[in-house]
Structures are given as structure tokens and as C-alpha cells.
């Protein structure tokens, strides 16, 4: 982690395809233990949390792990816990509503003015909080499945005029499946954003190529991409540099972050995330509470916590750098702030 990365030159890398990077990811619970000198005591109690959302950790997320710490707060966010098969009321394996806002299976149209079109549900790190952890990609699996029917309904929409790209990550796709998404989004008029969520650079950040950053450099809408980085030991040197140079590609950088109990739930350090985003050319946008979804009660923090967080750093930090709390819930026109 480093605060004077975003201002140097990006360093001369081995140019390692994505894909064969990915490969290397951490899949076996007792193996990233031992890698980690971590208890083995740990696997006990996690076998129905790997069955149902098993492990997946990129190399560069888990090389800023500490070594030998069970309490890492990146650690807390990829392993399975044992807590995650205890029964939690209020727990939905849906619950902001994405089944029924769908326009087509690939789209969901909760926003005026904005739609996200579910292009894939794969991702390079599995997050154990993850809201769509339940969600039914086998039925919705590719925009190819329902492509036409997913242009056509923007269309019948015209107050539709920023594209969500979303997943899973949809920098999970190929380069060029990206660019014939992007081209025929281009020939609806209507469509002057772009905007993608992604965790690659944090996660993987070999995925920001010569190929991924000249289809960026070429989209011909505003572009928007949304980074979701929840604790700063999560910005490595390789992270920043591709912040760096995405900087000339992107007219704005903005970072979602989830609030999380044992992880991010002090102002230390959401106050330090703030600051190194802010170095690296990046705004902070949401600290989202956590949506409630099903096996993740543990990383639940309350109302009363989050807003007494967010009221110390709005004491210590210029507003700009203070991102707005916010919860979703179905059915509602726009995030609810808290």
C-alpha cells in the first residue's frame, strides 16, 4: 500500500495473460491456510459455506494478506466462515430485489433513467457478503441468451440513458465480447453513459491489458467505472498502477465500499481508504450497509454504528472524500440514505 503511486509512471510488468493468472487463484480452504501459516483448526464448520459459494482468491488479493493473522481483514472477506450456516431472521437469498426487476433475463430496470444488464456470473474472488451470492446466473446466464429482446427493451425505454454494466464482473468477459457489447449499445442513440462495476483491479489487475485499455480508450459514451474496494490494504503497487493509467481513459473513478463487521467497521480506517482513493485519482462514492443476504449475518453492522462512523468522518475528512451511507431495498426508485 502506498500513498505517492498514483503521481510515478506505471512500472514494466511481465505481461501475464489474465486468464493464466487467474488459474493460480486460491480455490482449497486448507491450502490458502497453510500458505497463510493460518490454524487448520479454522476449516472447522465451513464445509456447507465452500459446498454452497466455494473460495476463489486471485493471487493479488491474497498476497496482501498478513500472514499468520486469522483476524486480516481481507482474510475475513474470501474465507468461508463458519457462521455462515447459522440461521439469521430478516436473511433473504434475494434481497434487493434483483428477480423482479428484471426487463429481460439479462437486464434489471430498478432506476429511472438506468438499467444494468447482467452480462456474466463470474468473478475472479468470491466475497462471502456477496449480495448476488444466491443469484440464479444459470437462468440468466449470458446477455447472447436474450440479447435482442434486452436491446429491444432500452429502446421502448428512452429515459434509459445510462448503461450499467455489471455481474459477476463483466471485465470477466473477453475484450471482444466487451466491444460487441458496447458496439451495439452504441447504435442506441439514447445511451450517452457508460458505467461498469469491477473489482478487477484490485483483484487482477493483469486484466487491465493493452486490448482491455485501448476498447476503454475508444467507447464512445461518458464513462464511468466503479471500483468496489472495501479496506486499503487491498491497493497494492500493481492496483495503483493500473489506477494510474487508467486515469487518461476514464472521465470518472469512483469506489463502492460495503460497510462489514471485523473488517472495515472503524473510522481509522475507512478515513485511510478515503485518503489513498483519493491519491489514486479515485472518489469515494457509496459505503453501502450491507444488504441481508443469506449466510452473511455476521458481517452485519447496525444503523446506529454506520452513521456514527460516517458522522466521525465527516469530522476528519473534506465532504468530498466522506462517501454517502446508503442502504438498498426493493422495490425502492434510488439507494435510501441512512
Known sequence: MTLSSAGKPPLQRVNHHWRQVLKQAMRKPAQLLEQLQLDPQLLNGIEAGQRQFPLLAPP?????I???NPKD??????FPQAAE???????LKDPVGDLASQGSTALLHKYHSRALIITTGACAIHCRYCFRRHFPYSSTNSHRLDWQRTLEYIQQHPDVSEIILSGGDPLMLPTK????ITQQLSALPQITTLRIHSRMATCLPERFNAALCDWLKNLP?????VHHINHPNEISEPAAEVFFRLKPLIQQQLNQSVLLAGVNNNVHTLKLLS???FTNNILPYYLHQMDRVTSAGHFICSDHEATKLV?????SLPGYLVPKLVREEAGKSSKIPI
Open 60 to 64: 493479488a488479493f491474497v498476497q496482501q
Open 66 to 68: 498478513e500472514k499468520g
Open 73 to 78: 481483514p481481507l482474510f475475513l472477506q474470501i
Open 85 to 91: 450456516s447459522l440461521a439469521h431472521k430478516d436473511l
Open 177 to 180: 465480447q466487451l466491444h460487441e
Open 221 to 225: 459514451f461518458r464513462l464511468v467505472l
Open 275 to 277: 485518503e489513498l482513493l
Open 311 to 315: 458522522a466521525e468522518l465527516q469530522a
